[in-house]
């Protein structure tokens, strides 16, 4: 095969890998002597370059993979070894190339923070854990990297570590991925419980082990092992609850919000390529071991999903948890496209969502840099997050309102935009997959074309509220009003994620998601026939719900005539997330507080309390038998000691050798003798 420079793919992806590995590394020993972060931003661009070599090798060519031996157990041995395929290339290529403007863009957006010199390390890191993990070739590496993923974005959320509210975000986010690393691992045991292997490869290969599975009289059997049918559902699970937890499905969503808390260029890093879309790629990658049960769960949950973030994004009013929402409810989408067996359009979705995703958090962040130099300008206190305290700043900062209507354009799925290719994929398939199903499961479809309104509507809000009518704070500040444009250094990756928005870099017909190069790459044969009125229908229908509700939005929020009560219960119910956090606050983590307070009471109550009794009881035990081995036993012995020592002495003091003695023993002998006669 040739080759791109006559460099295998896999050398040019290890080269991929190793660059923010080392600028880890050198920034780790240098520490503060370099917070330029000039090294770090090469060695991502040259990640890059060289994910892009092996993206243009592999792509539609025959999957590679290399090992060299890790360790052997018994007559297994492990091996540490990459594969690149169709699927694995397109991740890497994805998040390097987010990278690349989230690390020009930090430049600008954190050079006077004092620990800059931790930012650079600790993006680096992130960067070397997440394109680890796309290229690995056998899940227990892949749960390796899962697991260093987990661990860089608890340093990068808690980055302001004196913030008690970034100390409490990154600890959140990373007890909620425990849970879901559980599952993970419990499901690579089971996997290797039934093939013996863990290989990519071995198991999902044209001729692996699992096309070799069947059921048969409720087992599941495989070559290697036989063991009942539920295992293979409970196999699905129990890797969607690691999916869950990564890629923030409800219920286990409940961190991504409060991850905000770290800079804003780490959270557009992590919402567009990265942490959150490991649970869709890791869905992706074990597509085939799913069942129907697994896959309807996915569907159930990502709708669930998709529904629930969309709702509670309608009432936010930090700029970044709307955005945070939004990406939760993006997920959901992605979820339901594996869920109805779609994974092509869902890894589509996921790409088209990184780069707007990642625009609106850098538009988000530039807003919010400079609605904090206002802050600080104007010495006045206000949350510079807050749309409350934001409006007409179109005037102050077009190019951030151009570029951020761009992003929200293609959010809401707007045509000519990317996310009008990707969105539509994923409405239309599952409609199609609803008309082979049932009445009942159409209940998926409208529900995701309900949820892309609401999309558009809480998305226009945070342009109308940001961007139009007047600065709300105007009359706090008078006429000091300090805002501009941001620095070019934010505003070029600004601009390059722009013009990945629109439809030309995913696909060259406009309106047809089937003619993208993705999706032709990712080819997936769909278990049911194409509706061709679905796929005129649906993107005229959200199209026009689209444009209904932001003329409705231009009324409520731009011209100010609002007609709601906003204090009324489903506001509350929107803005407080349903609840969720109090509710998990009393009833779970409550509960367990409580639980743990009568562990320890009984612990040291009632176990504590028995053994120290117990204790107390063998103490005086021991006295009493000391003072009865002391006085009763020693003193009999003593006793019987001292009677024979007297009797040896009296027996012994006659024996003197003196006759004398001799005859005055007789005669009293006798004397005693006759006295006994006389007597008796």
């Not at 879901?180 to 692996?208: E, M, P, R, T």
């Not at 009008?420 to 159409?442: M, N, P, R, V």
């Not at 012995?637 to 020592?645: D, P, Q, S």
Request: net charge neutral.
């Amino acid at each position: 095969m040739n080759y791109l420079f006559d460099i295998s793919p896999i050398n040019t992806a290890l080269f991929a890998l190793a660059m923010p590995l080392l600028a880890f590394l050198y920034q780790a020993v240098v520490g503060k002597k370099d917070q330029s972060g000039l090294v770090g931003t090469a060695a991502i661009i040259l990640s890059f370059i060289f994910s892009l070599i092996t993206f243009l090798d592999v792509w539609n060519a025959m999957p590679l993979s290399s090992e060299i031996r890790w360790f052997t157990i018994g007559n297994t041995t492990f091996t540490v070894g990459l594969l690149l395929n169709n699927l694995s290339s397109l991740m890497l290529l994805l998040v390097s190339t987010i990278a690349v403007p989230v690390h020009i863009y930090s430049k600008s957006y954190m050079h006077d923070d004092t620990g800059i010199h931790r930012y650079w390390m600790y993006l680096s890191l992130f960067c070397f854990a997440m394109l680890g993990l796309v290229i690995m070739n056998n899940l227990l590496l892949m749960y390796v990297f899962w697991e260093l993923v987990g661990f860089a974005s608890y340093l990068l959320i808690g980055f302001w570590y004196t913030k008690d509210a970034a100390v409490q975000a990154n600890k959140k986010a990373f007890l909620v991925n425990r849970i879901g690393d559980l599952g993970f691992l419990i499901g690579i045991a089971i996997v290797y419980a039934q093939f013996g292997s863990l290989n990519l490869v071995n198991l999902f290969g044209n001729d692996g082990l699992i096309a070799n599975t069947s059921i048969e009289n409720g087992l599941w059997i495989s070559p290697h092992n036989s063991m009942d049918a539920i295992w293979l559902t409970i196999t699905g699970l129990a890797f969607f609850l690691g999916a869950m937890a990564k890629s923030a499905q409800f219920p286990l969503h409940v961190w991504l919000p409060d991850a905000m808390e770290g800079p804003t260029s780490v959270s557009s890093l992590i919402h567009a390529a990265t942490m959150v879309a490991a649970g869709v790629f890791l869905m992706s990658t074990l597509f085939p071991l799913f069942n129907e049960t697994v896959l309807l769960t996915i569907a159930i949950i990502g709708t669930i999903t998709a529904t629930t973030a969309a709702y509670f994004a309608l009432g936010q009013y930090d700029i970044k948890k709307i955005l945070a929402f939004s990406t939760i409810s993006q997920l959901g989408y992605m979820m339901v496209g594996i869920g109805i067996g779609t994974w092509d359009a869902a890894m589509f979705h996921l790409l088209t969502h990184a780069f707007f995703k990642c625009l609106l958090f850098l538009c988000a962040g530039a807003v919010i840099h400079e609605m904090a130099h206002l802050k600080a300008h104007s010495k006045h206190d206000f949350d510079p997050q807050d749309l409350r305290n934001m409006g007409g700043l179109r005037h102050y900062m077009p190019q951030t309102f151009v570029l951020m209507t761009v992003a929200s354009l293609a959010l809401a799925g707007f045509p000519l935009t990317s996310g009008y290719l990707s969105k539509d994929s994923i409405i239309i398939s599952a409609f199609e997959w609803a008309s082979t199903k049932g009445a009942l499961f159409q209940i998926v479809p409208v529900t995701l074309i309900i949820v892309s309104i609401m999309t558009s509507f809480y998305i226009g809000r945070l342009i109308f509220k940001a961007f139009f009518s007047e600065l709300r704070i105007k009359n706090l500040l008078g006429s000091s009003i300090h805002l501009s444009e941001s620095p070019k250094l934010m505003l070029w990756p600004m601009y390059f994620l722009g013009i990945c928005c629109f439809f030309p870099l995913f696909s060259i017909n406009p309106i047809s998601y089937h003619d993208s190069w993705i999706m032709d790459g990712l080819l997936v044969d769909y278990p049911y026939e194409a509706n061709h009125l679905a796929h005129l229908v649906i993107p005229v229908l959200l199209t026009v719900g689209a444009l209904s509700v932001w003329i409705l939005g231009w009324k409520w929020y731009a011209k100010g005539q609002y007609p709601l009560n906003e204090n009324s219960l489903a506001n509350r119910l929107s803005l407080h997330q349903g609840y969720l956090n109090s509710f998990n606050e009393t009833i779970i983590v409550n509960s367990i507080l409580k639980l743990s307070a009568l562990s320890y009471w009984l612990d040291r109550n009632i176990v504590d309390g028995f053994i120290h009794s117990l204790t107390k009881l063998i103490q005086q035990l021991a006295h009493l038998s000391h003072w009865l081995d002391k006085h009763i036993v020693d003193g009999i012995v003593n006793a019987i000691g001292k009677f024979a020592l007297l009797l040896g002495t009296f027996v012994r003091s006659p024996q003197n050798g003196r006759l004398q003695t001799y005859l005055y023993s007789v005669f009293l002998l006798v004397i005693v003798g006759l006295i006994y006669l006389l007597l008796r």
